[in-house]
């Protein structure tokens, strides 16, 4: 099968919150409307119930936590 085709990044990723992981996983989120809270970095009920169904979707480890491979996965499938 073909490679998959990456997505160009949104113009708003270049301003995008990077100093903190977190904000990284919820900016993606975001793009993905997985998450519609603010990207601020706190790791709230919001964020875990988008991490939650973002695995969930994507079918690796349900635990609500973003480490590596949720943040992989992430990476992946926003193409940035």
């Given amino acids: 099968p073909p490679p998959p085709v990456r997505k160009a990044p949104p113009p708003e990723a270049a301003s995008a919150p990077r100093p903190d992981w977190l904000t990284g996983?919820?900016?993606r989120l975001k793009?993905?409307?997985y998450y519609l809270g603010p990207v601020h970095g706190v790791n709230d009920r919001a964020t875990k119930?988008?991490?939650l169904q973002f695995?969930?979707?994507q079918r690796i480890k349900v635990?609500?936590?973003p480490g590596p491979q949720t943040q992989t996965e992430l990476v992946t499938v926003c193409g940035f």
Avoid: G, S, W
């Fill in 25 to 27: 996983v919820q900016f």
């Fill in 31 to 33: 793009y993905l409307a």
């Fill in 49 to 51: 119930d988008a991490v």
């Fill in 55 to 57: 695995q969930t979707d």
């Fill in 63 to 65: 635990d609500a936590i």
